[in-house]
Each structure stands twice: as structure tokens, then as C-alpha cells.
């Protein structure tokens, strides 16, 4: 059991008990436990019973729970309320807003037990009614429930990715060769559809196995469609002549309107594609450079091949000018256990160090995130005093630096929550919204207008707020927002969670027409969330983000210029 299992399992038994009517205390034990076992850094499945017992929040009875929960790979207690709790109810925790009181009521009171009929019930009006509800969130209830419906059978990048390994490790059992195409090679920030190819020489295969379900009806001979074992994603397995593999992976790889795009003699893509010959092609890369030369273009990289901006892209910029992982200089917009996160500043400086960095940019919780521990400005003071004492100690070999960030509140007027006078004795400031996240759109963008005004905010941090798949963000004139941060040398981020990948890649474009940085920062809450970047320059590329225009491929050197007249 990973601790994320043991948490979850503790976290779920906590919302349980309250909705079953338990004890306050005991409710409040589960809640305390989670909280804090989320934050330890070792392995808690390794631990004994008085080991676990010195954990901050862990008493007897909790370590018992935990031994149980790595023995059996469950609670016994939870089991037996998730057996008194209908899949209907334990769903609507998904919807936003709805805590286990509140859900109680709508089961208890209105004898909700499931989404659909949650659904009507707000569309009728009769949620509305009740007390404690109101208009206001029934319509908050009913867009969330719109939103869980239109991202049924997704999964973010990162779950898809890992999921088509494993499937293309099953597939190989049956092919000789196996590629993995469509939205996961463009690297899509959400995929509803995983597509595989697989060779065959003359005879069509008849693919059966036993984790694979097949759809018979939307199934042909070409392709099996069906799913793989209880995964609710779309599976793709489509059969393709060996000859024909680099053409095919081209094709599945782009979006539709990306292959009917037309060149000067009103030949389409996908009929260059087609129409080709690539006998003497080695690579699929080579396959593709020849038939973007056929058609009349430079080489379109996969993750681009959307159908959006990027045959204007090619022609006034290259491949190589987009930024890589290799061009990432440092690491801005980290946590440490100062606030919530799972390392300590100097674990976390030392392994972005080991990692090739040149400086990290630390940017805990600040005051108003009590949630997430937030810096009093005393604890302010203590992590700039340990930073300037690990600066000494991590620079001896080579050139390195802990940069004193911040990750500041935007309150709901759009002020942040640390006086002028604290703001000054950051490097740099990340201006974030946590709280307050049903504003509409005039009142949004007014509060983030009046954050990027602020002459200590640095960078904007996840401009929507939005979770991949649970939580959209809230409503922005995002074009109004990239102007102020134009007009006031502010940089955007685009958080590189795969659960946030916010900006969205869809805005880089005009950012960049603005001429608005952008700064790719992983929200890393312990060390491997550094590798989360991969995703964050994933879709940065996507959207055409040079290296020239992103803020953390600057050197030290020119980081620490940067920010020095920045302040000035």
C-alpha cells in the first residue's frame, strides 16, 4: 500500500462517517489523521506500531487503522459503511460544493440516491427549496454535474499515458509491432480515446484476449474497438499492413482538421499522405518530414497537429527554437514542509540541483492558506534566514541558489495578503487565487486585474483554476487578463500539474503575440513533482512556446538580473 492508498482509504472512511451520522470526535480523528499522514515523507507501510503512533495526529487507535489498512488493503469499518451508502451517493462527493452535510440532506431529506436524479431534482427547481441550498447552488450543482457528464470516460495525460503502456506491453504479446497514436502522441492534456496500431502481413488478425472487451457492434475488420479490463476509456486497436505503419501513424496521430488543411494547388494533407511512397523512409520521423515536403511545409511536430495555428507557425518559426526540458534552467513555484508540502527546503534544493538546475524558486503557501499551513510572516523571517544559510552551503561546488518566493493569496477584492513591506523581501511573487472560485467573469478577471497590478506580483499562478477533469475554472476575459499582464511586465504560468496544465495551451499564442512570458512551474509539493514539467512542456510546445519566451529558461545569471529590475 502506498501512503496515497492509506490516505485515501482514511479520507474516504472520514467523509463516510459523516454521513452516516457518526461520532464528532471520531469523524475529527479520521479528518486530523489524513491531513497529516498526507505530508509524511516516508514510507508508512514500513512502520511499526510505535513508529506510527509518533506521527504528528496519529494516536492508538489510528495506527491500529493504518496496520490494518497495510495488511488487509482495506479498512474493515469502511466497508461496512460503503455498504450502507448507495454508488449514487458516495458519486455526488465528485460534485463540487457538495460536502458529506450537505449530501446527507439531499439523501436523507429529498431520498436523492444518484446523479440522474439529483439532475432533475435541480432542474426542477426543487433543490432550490431546501434549506441551506438555494438558487445559487443548485445552479452550482447542476454545472458541475453538466461538467462530470461531458468528461465521462476521459482520463488526464499522465493516468492515459501509463494506462497505453500497459496495454501496448498486452498487445505485444499478439504483434509484433505495436505504436501508440492518436491524442496521446499530440499529447493531449485529456484523452478519450487510447488508438494502438498493430502490423499484420497478408491475413487480417482476429485479435480475442481475455482483459479485452470488444464492442461487436462498433468493431470491423480493420479495427477493434471495445475496452481493457474495467477501465470506462475507449480502446483503438487498428490493424495495419506493415508498409503502410508510418503513413497510418502520421494520419491517426493529427486531428481531423489538422490532415484536411490544403496547400497552393488545393491538395489536402491527407491526401499527400496517402499518396505517398516512403519505401526509403527509416524512421517515422523521416516518413513525416518527406510528406510535409510533398505537401509544402516544414515538419509540423506531433504535438502541434491540431488543426489550430500551427501551418502559420512553421512558417515563421522552427522546430528547434521550441522549448524542451533540456531548456528549463530552473524551477519556480515549489512547496516545502514550511507549508503542505512533503520535503524540507533543503531536500528540495538539493535534488532540483541534482537534477541539472541552476536555481529553485521556493514559493510556499502564504498567511491566508491556513488550509495548507500558510506563512505567518515569523515563518517568513525563519525560511529567508535557513535559505541564505543553504545558499552557502549548496553554491560551494557550482554556481546555485535558492530563490525567496512566495506563492501569495489573491483575496477576494484582489489585494494579496502579506503588507507592502513583507512583499519586498520575496526575490519574487506568485499571485494565486484559492479560495472564492464562483465569481463570474466581470468579477474574476477584475480580481486577477487588480493581483496583476500589484507591483510585487511576479508571475500569475494558474490563471483559472482549473482541475483536468473535476473542476473547471473560473470564468475570464482571458484576453483582457494577457493584456494587463502585458501592460504591467507580468509573467503567466502554466502550472505543469497534469491535473491543472493551466494556462491552457490554447492562450499561449495570443500571450505571446502580447509579448507575456511564460513560466513553466510544476506546483511541486515534493521532489519527483519536479518531473511534472515533462507535462507542462508537453503542451507548452503544443502551443508553440519558444525558449526565447519562457521565464524559467532563463539562466541565473540573467534570472537574478531579471528579478533585480524587477524590484527596482
Not at 497537429?305 to 534552467?329: A, H
Amino acid at each position: 500500500m502506498s501512503n496515497a492508498d492509506i490516505v485515501e482509504t482514511i479520507e474516504l472512511t472520514a467523509k463516510l462517517l459523516e454521513l452516516h451520522n457518526e461520532d464528532e470526535f471520531k469523524i475529527k480523528t479520521f479528518t486530523n489523521a489524513a491531513y497529516n499522514l498526507d505530508k509524511y515523507i516516508g514510507d508508512l507501510a514500513q512502520l511499526d506500531f510505535p513508529q506510527l503512533t509518533q506521527i504528528q495526529g496519529v494516536g492508538k487507535m489510528m495506527a491500529g487503522k493504518i496496520l490494518e489498512i497495510v495488511s488487509i488493503g482495506t479498512l474493515r469499518e469502511m466497508q461496512d459503511l460503503l455498504a450502507k451508502t448507495p454508488t449514487g451517493v458516495l458519486e455526488m462527493f465528485k460534485i463540487k460544493g457538495l460536502g458529506a452535510k450537505k449530501i446527507k440532506v439531499l439523501w436523507n431529506e429529498l431520498g436523492l440516491d444518484n446523479l440522474n436524479d439529483l439532475q432533475i431534482a435541480c432542474e426542477n427547481g426543487s433543490i432550490a427549496k431546501v434549506k441551506g441550498f438555494g438558487e445559487k447552488t443548485k445552479d452550482s450543482i447542476l454545472e458541475s454535474l453538466l461538467f462530470i457528464q461531458s468528461q465521462a470516460g476521459k482520463l488526464r495525460m499522465n493516468k492515459a499515458v501509463a494506462l497505453a503502456e500497459v496495454i501496448t506491453e498486452q498487445l505485444e504479446k499478439y504483434f509484433e509491432k505495436v505504436e501508440i497514436s492518436g491524442q496521446i502522441r499530440r499529447k493531449s492534456e485529456a484523452v478519450d480515446t487510447l488508438v494502438f496500431l498493430v502490423n499484420y502481413a497478408n491475413k487480417l488478425p482476429d485479435f480475442v484476449a481475455a482483459d479485452f472487451i470488444k464492442d461487436e457492434k462498433s468493431s470491423s475488420p480493420f479495427v477493434w474497438r471495445g475496452k481493457y479490463l474495467e477501465n470506462k476509456i475507449d480502446i483503438e486497436v487498428r490493424y495495419v499492413l506493415d508498409n503502410q505503419l508510418f503513413i497510418k501513424q502520421f494520419v491517426y496521430t493529427a486531428d481531423e482538421k489538422h490532415l484536411k488543411q490544403r496547400n497552393e494547388k488545393g491538395v489536402s494533407l491527407l491526401s499527400v499522405a496517402l499518396a505517398s511512397d516512403l519505401t526509403e523512409s527509416l524512421t517515422q520521423v523521416a516518413a513525416e518530414e518527406e510528406m510535409y515536403g510533398k505537401f509544402g511545409v516544414p515538419y509540423i511536430i506531433p504535438e502541434m497537429r491540431e488543426g489550430d495555428f500551427e501551418f502559420d507557425w512553421i512558417q515563421k518559426n522552427k522546430n528547434e527554437d521550441l522549448i524542451t526540458w533540456e531548456g528549463l534552467k530552473g524551477i519556480l513555484h515549489n512547496h516545502s514542509t514550511y507549508s503542505d508540502g512533503q520535503h524540507s527546503l533543503e531536500q528540495m534544493a538539493t535534488y532540483c540541483k541534482e537534477l541539472g538546475f541552476e536555481y529553485l524558486g521556493i514559493a510556499d503557501h502564504s498567511q491566508s492558506a491556513t488550509y495548507a499551513s500558510g506563512l505567518l510572516i515569523t515563518k517568513v523571517q525563519q525560511q529567508h534566514a535557513e535559505i541564505e544559510q543553504l545558499n552557502k552551503k549548496l553554491s560551494a561546488d557550482r554556481p546555485f541558489k535558492i530563490l525567496k518566493g512566495i506563492e501569495s493569496d489573491i483575496l477576494g477584492d484582489g489585494s494579496l495578503d502579506y503588507p507592502d513591506e513583507v512583499l519586498a523581501t520575496f526575490d519574487y511573487v506568485v499571485a494565486s487565487v484559492h479560495s472564492n472560485l464562483t465569481m463570474n467573469e466581470a468579477r474574476a478577471t477584475e480580481r486577477l486585474v487588480r493581483a496583476i497590478e500589484n507591483p510585487y506580483t511576479t508571475i500569475l499562478g494558474h490563471p483559472t483554476g482549473r482541475l483536468i477533469l473535476s473542476r473547471q475554472g473560473y470564468p475570464i476575459d482571458y484576453k483582457e487578463v494577457i493584456n494587463c499582464c502585458a501592460a504591467n511586465g507580468v509573467v503567466i504560468e502554466i502550472n505543469a500539474s497534469p491535473y491543472r496544465l493551466d494556462l491552457d495551451w490554447r492562450w499561449i499564442q495570443y500571450a505571446l503575440e502580447q509579448n507575456v512570458m511564460l513560466s513553466i512551474n510544476p506546483d511541486a509539493h515534493e521532489m519527483q513533482g519536479y518531473h511534472d514539467m515533462h507535462y507542462g512542456v508537453a503542451v507548452a510546445r503544443k502551443g508553440g512556446l519558444t525558449k526565447n519566451m519562457t521565464f524559467n529558461a532563463l539562466s541565473l545569471v540573467d534570472m537574478e538580473a531579471y528579478l533585480g529590475r524587477r524590484k527596482k
